[in-house]
Every structure is written in C-alpha cells, then in structure tokens.
C-alpha cells in the first residue's frame, strides 16, 4: 500500500492550507457570533452570513464537492485515499467542511442518491445539493426502540396505489433543522413479515411534504448545533410517489452499508483533524503559562501525554488510510473489518486528545472561549453516530473469530513444549 500523496492532492491540499488560513481560522469567533446574534434575535436556526460567503469562494478555488469520487456529477470528487488528507483538514474547524460542500449528512446523502436513486431523482435533488443550493437530512434512527439494531425500525411505508404512506417518529434527523434543508431520505419498514433484513427500503421525501412534523432540536451536551440542528421529525400520513422508493422494496439494509461506509470514514477523517487541533491547542497553551516557578510543558506528566497524542493519532491516520485505500481497491464490503476499526478507534482517541487540551486549558478549556468543549461534544456523539462502539466492536470481533473458524475434519492439536 502507498499513501504517498499524489502531485494533485498536494497541489489541492496547499491550497486547502492556504484557504483556512486565509478564510476559516479568521472567521471562526464570527460564526459563532452570528448563531449567538440570531439566537438572540429569536431566531438561532438562520444560515450563516458567513458560510454562505465563503461557498463561492471555495468553489473558485476548486476546493468543492471534493467527497464524491468516480461521478459524472461531480468530476471534482477525489477517490477515498485522496479525500483523505483534505477531510482532515476541514475537520479542524466545525464549520470548515459546509464552506466546501462537503458535510454531513449531505455527502452521505449525495452519495446514497448518486448509487442508487433514478436518474429523475438526481436531476430533482442531487444537482441543487452538488451546487450547494439546498441542504438534506437522514432519517433513520427512532426514539421509541434501540436503533442500533436497525432491524427494530418501526416506522412504515406503505404502498397505497402510485403513491407510499409513510407513517413515523424519527430523532437525530441531523440537518432537519436547517431552513435550506429540502429533502429526506427516510428509512423505514415496508414488510414486517419478510425476511429480517429485507423489511426495511428507503425513500425519498421532499421536506415540505404535507404530514411532516419537526417536532423538537435535541441538544448535545447543551448544543443545540444551530442553524444545523438534530431533530424529531414526525412522519403522518405523508405521502410520496411510487417512484421516490429507491432500488425496490426490501432493499434498505443494502442501500445503508452502501451509505454508512464512506459517512463512518468521511468521520474519522475530520476526527483526526479534530485530534491535530487539539493537540496544536494544547501544546500552545502549555508553552504559554508558567506555574510552580516553570512553564506548564516542561511538567512531566504533560510529555507522556503529549507523546502518547501524537502515537494515537498517527496510529489511527493509518488505519484510516488503509481503510481508504481498501475502500478504493477492493470495495468497502471487503473493507468492512478496516472501517469498523476506524469507526471506534479515531473518535476515541480525539475525545481523549480533546480532553488532554481541555485539561491543559483550565478552566478556559469548558468555556466557549476555546473550540474544544464544542469539539469535544462532537466528537463524543461520534462513538453513537453511525453505529456505536459495541455494535463495531461485535462486528470486527465475529471477522476475527470467523478467521479461524476449525475446518470440518481439521482437530486442533496441543501445544507442546519442545523436546
């Protein structure tokens, strides 16, 4: 495997440098600024001032739509071991990965609807989401059941003639709270008595659709991540046409792995910027402040955990590089071992690599005076987003186990100290 960056990517990625320096690190205090002044105003769900200005430049730099690869659509987009490198980057600032169009949900979103939605379907919601016109939300996840077993989704579709009747309360609709937020994918069960894993299909849902309640935001460790947001949504009766049922009925667990495999790594990349931040962050303060009669960083506690920092991340880099590079070689069902790796360890580690600034920090560290509590709480949703800990976690354990499963007629034999 070779991970050496390609003469385009590092082209893109000086240039990626050179736009966050130029454009996001300085306007980082005035995004936050803005929410606060809309919050005040009534209002805490309006888009940014600021993000909306930097799109276009972004796009003039050819720094968009950078997570899509092998798209006629999207002829910008970089294969999984090149976007790599540049997600990263994005993921040390919050906000960064919107500015280039490329930020969740809706790159998973796009891509879901680029590999399995019809041509018709592109046309109406993927073009305006590529340009950046409109946002999009997930729906999958329900408050009433433990949605990490997907097989307990309750929530209907129900063909009625041409038309589904989808009937359901959905959480953690991550971007419903969006005002640009125009359209769904909704995951829901349209036959109980089939097989486990072909009740469920997906469908497209445009956001306006009469029936759809956005009932509530639910907060993050006290953030409520506007003008983003994660909300309830309540599906009545709504009814969509026949062909907005991507792939056929049954087909919903296909078109999930499809999904969630780039979504999960698209994660762990901007987790390891995240981790980059923070170890930036921490390794300034400490040189910075003095106490005892000498500076903070020459204590020695502070080397083993700085030392330990940069090993996880690089670590964890790796291994999201390979996952990459799986992902683009062999196809992320091959992969799966890889990205269920990179799923539980990369959050992992920046939450710890967060909580080390954050101790670094003092008092300063919980505050809203540095980026790190809000970074902190993202990355901590992270261990649940997408599947948690000990749903990877069972996976990568039966991949092993299955390894070195005894072959019929083979007798394991006893280990025996030599003569």
């Not at 991550?174 to 036959?191: E, L």
Request: overall charge negative; hydrophobic content about 40%.
């Amino acid at each position: 495997m070779n991970f050496d960056y390609t003469d385009k990517v590092k082209d893109m990625r000086e240039r990626l440098l050179a736009f966050m320096d130029e454009h996001i690190y300085p306007n980082e205090a005035r995004f936050f600024a803005e929410i606060a002044e809309n919050r005040k105003n009534g209002n805490a769900w309006l888009p940014t001032k600021i993000v909306e200005e930097l799109k276009p430049k972004a796009r003039a730099a050819g720094l968009w739509n950078l997570f899509l690869p092998s798209s006629a659509r999207a002829p910008e987009g970089l294969t999984n071991l090149e976007y790599a490198p540049m997600c990263e980057i994005m993921g040390r600032v919050v906000f960064a990965s919107e500015v280039f169009n490329c930020s969740a949900p809706d790159t998973g979103n796009m891509e879901t609807l680029e590999r399995y939605a019809s041509e018709a379907i592109k046309d109406e919601w993927m073009e305006p989401l590529l340009r950046g016109e409109i946002r999009s939300a997930f729906l999958m996840t329900e408050p009433a059941v433990a949605s990490s077993d997907a097989t307990n989704i309750e929530c209907r579709i129900e063909r009625d003639g041409d038309e589904y009747v989808i009937n359901g309360t959905k959480w953690w609709s991550s971007g419903a709270g969006d005002p640009r937020c125009q359209v769904y994918i909704v995951m829901g069960k349209t036959n109980p008595d089939a097989p486990r894993h072909s009740q469920q299909s997906m469908i497209v849902v445009p956001a306006n659709t009469p029936g759809i309640e956005v009932v509530r935001a639910l907060s993050v460790f006290g953030y409520d991540d506007a003008p983003h947001g994660h909300m309830e949504v309540k599906l009545t009766n709504v009814r969509v046409p026949v062909g907005n049922l991507m792939l056929g009925e049954g087909r919903g667990f296909e078109i999930a792995q499809g999904r969630l495999g780039p979504g999960r790594i698209h994660h762990c990349m901007r987790s390891i910027g995240a981790a980059e931040r923070a170890l930036e962050l921490m390794c300034k303060r400490l040189n910075s402040r003095v106490a005892f009669g000498k500076p903070v960083s020459a204590q020695s506690v502070w080397h083993e955990r700085i030392a330990d920092a940069r090993c996880r991340i690089e670590m964890a880099r790796l291994l999201t590089l390979k996952a990459a590079y799986m992902m683009d070689t062999v196809g992320n069902k091959i992969a799966k071992a890889e990205i269920a790796m990179i799923k539980v360890v990369a959050p992992n580690m920046a939450c710890d690599i967060i909580d080390m600034a954050i101790q670094a920090h003092g008092g300063g560290g919980v505050s809203d005076d540095f980026p790190l509590a809000y970074s902190y709480a993202g990355q901590r949703t992270l261990r649940l987003a997408d599947g948690p800990d000990e749903v990877h976690r069972v996976s990568i354990a039966k991949l092993e186990l299955a390894k070195h499963m005894a072959i019929k007629g083979e007798v394991d034999m006893p280990i025996t100290r030599g003569s």
